[in-house]
Structure formats: structure tokens, C-alpha cells
């Protein structure tokens, strides 16, 4: 098996957090327990994804200020919140208040552009602003401004008796040393660079030089580092999606098998035209999964992953996955559990 170049130092795990729309509460309590479970193994984070008007995590704050009363160490992290349906000064509210109840572990992922179906929703989302929201990287901007506790009005002081600050409160400091950009291209991998950010790569990229997807997520790495004030030392996690079957039942071998080859298609091609192009999911022992990791040009360049758990399978198949993964996968990439 050939040998990384260090070892895997945070071992992560995202998941969507599917519900039932006639019973959702079952779904988020099944995500929950799915965080708890993981630091319980040792995981270094746990990652929620956003999905708006799915059935799947509307608000990943909420549910991650949830698993912050039922967790200790386990960092807590988004992948991602798309900026455009939030107010970064609300959302910058939000986010100092869930870390401090977190402890200083909350990992708040954003990103930009126009809500998806942007013209279905916005009457209901921006009815009055819709042609005049900006939902470029000045967005991020304004967000990384309100948590780092810079002013965002003029008035402060005491009225009556109430006392009002010039800044965001609560203030969460090092919260901003957290912030990561879900970046997919060269262009947003150089800006998150630029601006200090720590980046998240998915199994999901741009193809604006070939078709190599590992080669391509190296590129942007490579970017995102070569901008930073920190360089090689800047973070970046790795989000592909890995499914042991060490321990899996031969019907959930199967279903794995099935899984994978049903999604294949679209990895062999940039789809749409922003060309995106998908990583294969890999399906198989943690030997063979840690042989086709370590020949990957992507994982070569990071020391922390955030693995992605498939998106529709049941609660004892993600159990399997996540216990495989600490026992077997992470063992094989030089990872050791958190105490």
C-alpha cells in the first residue's frame, strides 16, 4: 500500500440528516444520536449539511446547538450554509451564541450565490429586496466583519436601561479562526485564501482544467495555500464519500454496491454547464478504500477529512459505516481516536 505523506491527523464525518416530512422529529433525533455515536468512537467532527425546502436539515444551527448539550468534545462544524437565504449579521448572532454553548467547537462552513430556484423562491424569501440582494463574496465579507466583533452601528451606549453594543453580541472569540469557505473552483479557492478562511473541498468540483478529478482538487489546494497568510500550514478538510463494508451484513454489502454503481454515471463527465464534476463513491474494506485514498492526489495534500455519509440510507447502516470507519479506516490513514 503506498504511504501518505503524514498521517491523517482529524477524522470527520457529514451527514444531510434526512426526515420523514409526516414525522421529522424522528429524523433529527436520528442525526443526533448519529453525533453522539461519533464522539463516542472518537471522531475528531461531525458536519451537518443545509437543505432548504427538502426534507433534510433546514437549520443546521439549531440542530448542532442541540448536539452541543449532548456532546463535550467533538467539534461542530456546517458543510455548507449558503449564504444567500441568511442575514450575515443574524447569522453572525447565531453562531457566536451556538459556540459558546458549544465550548468554543462549533466549525461554521458557508458559501455563496443565489438560492437554488432563486426565481421560485425569492417572493417568498426576498420580496422586497430580490433585485438588489448581493450575493457575491462581499456577503462572506460582511459575515467574517460581524464575527470578528468589528463595529456594524454607530450607536452604543445605555438608553434608558438598556445597554446597547456597537458590536455583534455575544462575541465569541476565536470563532473566527473557524470559519471555513466550501469552495469548488480555482477562483474560490484563491479568495477564501486571501481572506484567511480555512477551506472545505467536497467530492463535488469545477472542471476548468481536465478531467482528473483529484488532480483538479489538488489544483485548488494548491491555490487556496499559495494565498493564504499561513500556507502550507492553512486547513483544509476533504469531504469524499467512503463507505466501508468490513462489518456490513451481505444484504448492506450489497446496497452498497448498488449505491455506488447507480451514482458511477456521473463521474465520468463534467455535468451541466458549470461543468461540475463528481467524485466516485468509494465502496469497499477499509484496506481497499485506504489503498485508493493514499493513491489520491487530493488526500495527499490534507491531514483532516470530513467523509460524507451517503444520503439515503437507514440509522443501523450509517452505525456500520461510522464504526468501521473509526476502527478500520482511520487506523489504516494513521489516524488515532480522540480520548
Known amino acids: 500500500m503506498p504511504t501518505p505523506s503524514e498521517p491523517l491527523r482529524k477524522l470527520g464525518f457529514l451527514t444531510i440528516g434526512l426526515f420523514d416530512g409526516s414525522d421529522p422529529g424522528k429524523g433529527h433525533e436520528s442525526t443526533l444520536s448519529i453525533i453522539e455515536l461519533g464522539e463516542q468512537l472518537g471522531f475528531d467532527s461531525a458536519w ?84 438588489v440582494e448581493d450575493f457575491s463574496y462581499r456577503r462572506v465579507e460582511r459575515l467574517l466583519s460581524c464575527v470578528r466583533g468589528e463595529r456594524v452601528t454607530d450607536f452604543s451606549g445605555v438608553e434608558g436601561i438598556e445597554v446597547f453594543s456597537e458590536r455583534v453580541q455575544p462575541h465569541s472569540a476565536g470563532l473566527s479562526d473557524r470559519l471555513w469557505y466550501g469552495g469548488a473552483s480555482l477562483r474560490s479557492a484563491q479568495w477564501a485564501g486571501e481572506h484567511g478562511m480555512n477551506l472545505l473541498t467536497s467530492s463535488v468540483v469545477k472542471a476548468e482544467e481536465g478531467t482528473d478529478f483529484a488532480q483538479i482538487q489538488l489544483s485548488h489546494i494548491q491555490r487556496f495555500r499559495a494565498h493564504h497568510p499561513a500556507g502550507r500550514r492553512a486547513r483544509v478538510s476533504q469531504g469524499l464519500v467512503v463507505i466501508p463494508t468490513d462489518s456490513a451484513t451481505p444484504g448492506q454489502r450489497a446496497k452498497y454496491q448498488d449505491y455506488g454503481r447507480a451514482r458511477y454515471a456521473r463521474t465520468t463527465a463534467p455535468q451541466g454547464p458549470a461543468r461540475m464534476l463528481f467524485a466516485p463513491d468509494i465502496v469497499g474494506t477499509s484496506t481497499e478504500i485506504a489503498e485508493r485514498l493514499h493513491q489520491h492526489a487530493g488526500f495527499r495534500e490534507v491531514d483532516e477529512v470530513a467523509f460524507a455519509l451517503p444520503f439515503s440510507f437507514d440509522h443501523e447502516d450509517y452505525v456500520q459505516i461510522l464504526t468501521d470507519i473509526a476502527a478500520e479506516l482511520g487506523p489504516a490513514l494513521g489516524w488515532r481516536p480522540g480520548s
Open 48 to 131: 451537518v449539511r443545509h437543505r432548504h425546502l427538502q426534507f433534510g436539515i433546514s437549520s443546521p444551527i439549531a440542530v448542532l446547538a442541540a448536539a452541543s448539550q449532548r456532546t463535550s468534545r467533538i467539534e461542530l462544524g456546517t458543510a455548507v450554509i449558503p449564504l444567500g437565504w441568511e442575514n450575515p449579521l443574524r447569522l453572525a448572532e447565531d453562531l457566536a451564541t451556538v459556540d459558546l454553548l458549544a465550548g468554543g467547537r462549533l466549525n461554521p462552513g458557508i458559501s455563496v450565490g443565489p438560492p437554488m430556484h432563486f426565481d421560485d423562491v425569492k417572493d417568498a424569501l426576498y420580496p422586497d429586496t430580490a433585485e
